[in-house]
């Protein structure tokens, strides 16, 4: 009796010590996951940052057919883009509806008019802005649908040994917009887009030849940026 007595105090005495300890050293393991799981919090969150700005380079791609003859396909441009993210999270989760503005250039210096194929110039600069929507796909990783206004000014020259024509045009027209971006170290990103262009210019005749005045084609290539 007496030893059941004694192994009775030591086991109440030790019990709760042991299982003291052993909370102490659960509490422990859970304070060092504490850091890490924060930095997997902070490193999944959706949009750290409301502006972008990215220079783009893509190719002029004009579906109408006068326009290709005259003045080919695939004509370089450069752009440069700037966004501000007015709605973020709104809709669906890491969601942006954006407001965008851009302005390109897209020159030709080998144009050749259809007959005589007198040479043959063309600058178009249009200045854009607009809504779009991006959708998170995967992490890091967005599509998004877009469509602005525009407004574009338009030089053009043809020219052949005696005489040369000039045309100066501005005219309101329209683009949309879609494509994905990729995001990497959290303020950068690589954009891949494949923009729709309309606008319908004044027409442009001569005896010199005939400039389509319908530009409606595609903008595809490719861009790269930063976020803040």
Known sequence: MKKLAQLTAITTLVLPG???AENGVKNNNVMKKSPTAEVETQGSMC??????????????IPLKQNLRKMFGSGEPTMELEGSYAIYKDKW???????????????????????????????????FTAGFSYQWNIVRNVDFYLGIG????LLWAKIKNPFQERHFRRGQFGFTT???????????????????????????MNSSLGNIENN??????????????
């Open 92 to 126: 669906t989760t890491c969601d942006q509806f954006l407001l965008w503005m851009n302005t390109g250039w897209t020159r030709v210096l080998d144009g050749k008019t259809r007959g005589w194929g007198y040479p043959t110039k063309m600058n178009l600069v249009p």
């Open 149 to 152: 206004a525009s407004y574009s």
């Open 177 to 203: 917009k879609t494509g994905f971006r990729f995001t990497f170290a959290t303020n950068f990103f690589f954009d891949i887009f494949g923009d729709y262009y309309f606008t319908s210019f004044r027409k």
């Open 215 to 228: 530009f409606s084609g595609f903008f595809v290539g490719g861009g790269f940026g930063g976020k803040w």
């Open 18 to 20: 042991l299982l003291s």
């Open 47 to 60: 949009n750290p940052t409301n502006w972008t700005f990215q220079a783009r380079g893509a190719a002029f």
